[in-house]
């Protein structure tokens, strides 16, 4: 008698039942509920494809399942040009940590934004390497500590803070680029909406769009989740302004 072959399924979408698997206070899970809302507010949770970084960004399939693969570090850029140019239909998009994006993946994420290729780019930006071990990372504030600089980021050594939304919007391409938070409710749906935007975009074929996403880190900033807010709001916000960089979009109508 011939063995039943087994057929495995997985159930797409947003799952509700999901408990945090993220340190407290982080705000990776928000995001990734946000990213789900839109798409599924959008109609695409069953086409949306999600190329994911290195680092604590892996953990999103517990949240939203869709297909998605994990590029090798700093690699997500390339990994989603080829997924789109090969299925155009499909709403891509990266979901990149800031050492990912900005130190390792930097060739990736400039070169993808200069030719203008029509993904999403989700980049989350709380100014350090996170599942490593709180390393320096670009975004990582001047005189800030962190295990590889325990007496705080001198620019004389270390260089200063790299600003991506600023540095991507000097690039022609590029067709929309806002920079969010999720520290308060009405920052959560700031942030939600500029993803649905940006998923928006995609869909009508504008090309790249990048929402950066400034978030805190608690345990690798060494501080509870509470003071982490106040650092965030502080310190983070002043470094890195929230805003709208580019819209065409908006300005087409105009």
Not at 1 to 28: N, Q, W
Request: net charge neutral; glycine share 12%; proline share 4%.
């Amino acid at each position: 008698m011939a063995e039943e072959k087994k057929v495995y399924t997985r159930t797409k979408g947003i799952l509700p039942d999901t408990v945090s698997g993220f340190c407290p206070g982080c705000m990776h899970s928000t995001v990734h509920k946000i990213i789900g809302e839109a798409a599924e507010e959008l109609g695409q949770l069953d086409n949306l494809v999600r190329v994911e970084g290195v680092g604590c960004c892996g953990l999103g399939q517990f949240y939203v399942t869709c297909d998605e693969t994990i590029a090798a570090h700093g690699r997500a850029g390339a990994v989603a040009t080829g997924i789109k140019r090969s299925s155009p239909n499909s709403l891509v998009y990266t979901y990149q940590g800031d050492g990912d994006l900005a130190a390792i993946g930097l060739a990736e994420t400039l070169s993808a934004a200069n030719r203008g290729e029509n993904f999403t780019v989700i980049f989350v930006n709380n100014g350090i390497y996170g599942m490593t071990g709180g390393q320096m990372a670009p975004t990582t504030l001047v005189g800030m500590k962190s295990t590889t600089t325990p007496g705080g980021r001198n620019p004389e050594e270390h260089g200063y803070p790299m600003h991506m939304s600023e540095i991507i919007n000097q690039l022609t391409a590029p067709y929309y680029i806002e920079r969010v938070s999720c520290d308060t409710p009405q920052h959560v749906i700031k942030a939600r909406n500029a993803i649905k935007k940006a998923f928006k975009y995609q869909l009508e074929g504008r090309g790249y769009s990048i929402v950066e996403i400034v978030t805190s880190c608690p345990t690798n900033w060494g501080l509870d989740t509470l003071k982490s807010l106040d650092f965030l709001r502080e310190k983070m916000f002043a470094e890195y302004p929230l805003g709208v960089f580019r819209d065409k979009g908006a300005e087409e109508k105009k």
